[in-house]
């Protein structure tokens, strides 16, 4: 939030991309469109999820994450300290500043989907699920998902992709954590 405020003008026009500015597809006139996180602030296990200022630090650690899942998108987005297994999935979203003009007040809790690095076993179960923000002939389409059955994570390096939903548009961040 203070690196948007810190971007803004006296004039109030946006001087240069909000962070992680390294970051490729920022539009001005739709600056949450890239969907990489900038628009929301989070908190994982109470601690805060910071951005990965340097694009050193941010190639090294996609070279990390694609080597263990290729699922993983690049993630800009990273909880410094280790989070405890039984706090691992209290995540907490809201828009910030610069993004509550484009994705508003919170429509409902965060959409969170943890991917496991290390080879983490986690227990989920298989669901069908109706998707209301995309439909077919006016209808919601179903997907399967894997739902965890558990509420802690086992010790190990993690991926969160956390979707906020908001009144007027949705964001998403992908976060790298470890959990002890």
């Not at 991309?17 to 490729?24: F, I, M, N």
């Not at 300290?81 to 995540?91: I, K, S, Y």
């Not at 994705?103 to 290390?118: K, N, Q, S």
Request: hydrophobic share 40%; proline share 7%.
């Amino acid at each position: 939030m203070a690196a948007a405020a810190a971007a803004l003008c006296a004039g109030g026009v946006l001087a240069q991309a909000p962070a992680p500015a390294y970051a490729s597809g920022y539009s001005e006139r739709l600056p949450c469109v890239d969907r990489i996180g900038r628009c929301f602030d989070a908190t994982i296990a109470g601690q805060g999820v910071e951005v990965i200022a340097s694009r050193a630090e941010f190639e090294r650690l996609r070279g990390e994450i694609e080597a263990l899942n290729d699922n993983v998108r690049e993630v800009y987005w990273i909880v410094r300290a280790p989070v405890p297994g039984a706090q691992a999935l209290d995540v907490e979203a809201r828009s910030n500043a610069f993004g509550r003009p484009h994705v508003g007040e919170p429509r409902e809790e965060p959409d969170v989907t943890v991917y496991a690095l290390d080879g983490q076993d986690l227990d989920s179960e298989t669901e069908q699920v109706a998707r209301p923000d995309v439909r077919v002939n006016g209808q919601p389409v179903v997907v399967q998902q894997e739902t965890l059955t558990q509420d802690f994570l086992p010790p190990g390096r993690y991926a969160f992709a956390i979707k906020y939903l908001g009144r007027r548009n949705w964001d998403r961040k992908w976060v790298f954590l470890t959990v002890r």
